[in-house]
């Protein structure tokens, strides 16, 4: 059972930057894509950005520019930069990772909050 950690999350005023991390118990190599969701209130948990086995990435429309997701194989950790950050960021963000035979794990959440 692999487990998660997020951490990096926090209050922060608009324009500025944050920097997430996932600590994964085990091997990230082991999982087909790793991949950062986050949830407002009163929102869905949606996708925003992931990273896949190959190294390849992909974002949601609305961080697409201004998030970065990046991993540490050695460390076992994943990133997640955030710069330019608005108010409509604000959300708990979780980590994700994925294997086709082993499904989905979920860390614990980390609260972002953006004030204007």
């Known amino acids: 059972q692999v487990q998660l950690v997020e951490s990096g999350g926090g209050l922060v005023q608009a324009g500025g930057s944050l920097r997430l991390s996932c600590a994964a118990s085990?091997?990230?190599?082991?999982?087909?894509?790793m991949g950062w969701y986050r949830q407002a209130p009163g929102k869905q948990r949606e996708l925003i950005a992931a990273?896949?086995?190959?190294?390849?990435?992909n974002y949601a429309d609305s961080v697409k520019g201004r998030f970065t997701i990046s991993r540490d194989i050695a460390k076992n950790t994943v990133y997640l930069q955030m710069n330019n950050l608005k108010p409509e960021d604000t959300a708990v963000y979780y980590c994700n990772a994925y294997a086709f035979f082993k499904g989905n794990y979920w860390g614990q959440g980390t609260q972002v909050t953006v004030s204007s």
């Open positions: 990273i896949f086995t190959g190294g390849n990435t």
């Open positions: 085990g091997s990230i190599s082991s999982f087909n894509s």
